[in-house]
């Protein structure tokens, strides 16, 4: 009903079919984050019905926002969302993600979400998060967290970040200094909660990035989700600004080092491209551009104000 009512949708997925646009309401994906892994149109095997339900979907946006120029480019093509499809101009936006805004201003919400969790003061917190695959329902637990908790030491924490589509009833980890984050609210408290973030092929590598902490990359299954599952859109191992382990065993020994200097320079280049626009002002801009395309009112009917 909300939906419905709203004069402007922000939303960072699919609307999908119960969704009817009405007259006069705008819509702005955001989408959910800056993709490694080959999305939409470009997912592996043609199938018609995809690509049919695609084109709906994206009929529905006025306005796209991207991280950067590189995703920019990518969900153009991956979501048909180009002049060639519409009746009407529907931009892309550059401007960064207003979600990353809180990720470079420091107000306190890392302590908070520390103590929140019950993280000991001077802990080392290290986040794992892998992505979902498509052929499976439930979390994959490659890095072993409880054991990754026991071998690293007293004052590391892990925490496990499942991701939505193997939230399921009860816990997905447990074990001593182990908390299962998976249905925590906000996954951004969790990225600046934590010092170092192990994942595989989730997006959130670009948002984490944002704060020049430490990456690590666990992929015991790339050949298969890269040949068979999904694809990427560019070479991970060449370009990963930390380590990438094949193995449990390789990840600790790359968690106990530090790799600060040995990937600066790649870090740096992985910066420049993706987090160019993550400078903290992302939601100014995005709101210059929601009012300057007509999509809020600057002076709504019954204000005095224009508030």
């Given at each position: 009903r909300a939906r419905g009512a709203s004069r402007l949708l922000v939303v960072n997925d699919w609307l999908r079919r119960r969704y009817h646009q009405r007259h006069g309401q705008r819509v702005l994906q955001t989408w959910h984050g800056t993709p490694l892994k080959r999305l939409a149109l470009h997912r592996p095997g043609f199938?018609?019905?995809?690509?049919?339900?695609?084109?709906?979907?994206?009929?529905?946006?006025?306005?796209?926002?991207?991280?950067?120029?590189?995703?920019?480019?990518?969900?153009?093509?991956?979501?048909?969302?180009?002049?060639?499809?519409?009746?009407?101009?529907?931009?892309?936006?550059?401007?960064?993600?207003?979600?990353?805004?809180?990720?470079?201003?420091?107000?306190?919400?890392?302590?908070?979400?520390?103590?929140?969790?019950?993280?000991?003061?001077?802990?080392?917190?290290?986040?794992?998060?892998?992505?979902?695959?498509?052929?499976?329902?439930?979390?994959?637990?490659?890095?072993?967290?409880?054991?990754?908790?026991?071998?690293?030491?007293?004052?590391?924490?892990?925490?496990?970040?499942?991701?939505?589509?193997?939230?399921?009833?009860?816990?997905?980890?447990?074990?001593?200094?182990?908390?299962?984050?998976?249905?925590?609210?906000?996954?951004?408290?969790?990225?600046?909660?934590?010092?170092?973030?192990?994942?595989?092929?989730?997006s959130v590598m670009f948002d984490f990035s944002a704060t020049g902490k430490p990456m690590y990359f666990l992929v015991p299954d790339i050949e298969h989700y890269r040949g068979e599952l999904r694809g990427f859109y560019f070479d991970l191992e060449a370009h990963a600004p930390g380590p990438v382990a094949r193995t449990r065993d390789e990840l600790l020994a790359a968690l106990r080092s530090d790799t600060t200097e040995v990937y600066a320079e790649r870090y740096a280049h992985w910066q420049a491209k993706f987090n160019a626009h993550d400078d903290g002002h992302a939601s100014r801009r995005v709101v210059k551009r929601l009012f300057a395309a007509g999509f809020i009112d600057a002076n709504p009917r019954g204000s005095e104000t224009g508030a």
């Open positions: 199938d018609p019905r995809r690509a049919i339900a695609v084109w709906r979907e994206s009929r529905r946006w006025d306005a796209l926002l991207a991280q950067n120029e590189y995703s920019a480019a990518i969900l153009r093509r991956a979501y048909a969302f180009l002049p060639v499809f519409a009746l009407k101009s529907r931009p892309v936006w550059i401007e960064g993600y207003p979600r990353n805004d809180a990720l470079l201003i420091d107000d306190g919400a890392r302590a908070e979400t520390r103590a929140l969790l019950g993280i000991p003061d001077g802990a080392r917190v290290v986040l794992y998060a892998p992505t979902w695959r498509d052929d499976r329902t439930e979390i994959v637990e490659f890095a072993g967290a409880r054991e990754l908790a026991a071998d690293l030491g007293d004052d590391v924490v892990v925490l496990v970040r499942g991701h939505s589509r193997t939230l399921l009833p009860g816990r997905d980890a447990e074990g001593t200094r182990v908390i299962d984050v998976t249905g925590f609210p906000d996954t951004t408290r969790l990225l600046l909660a934590a010092d170092a973030l192990v994942t595989d092929y989730s």
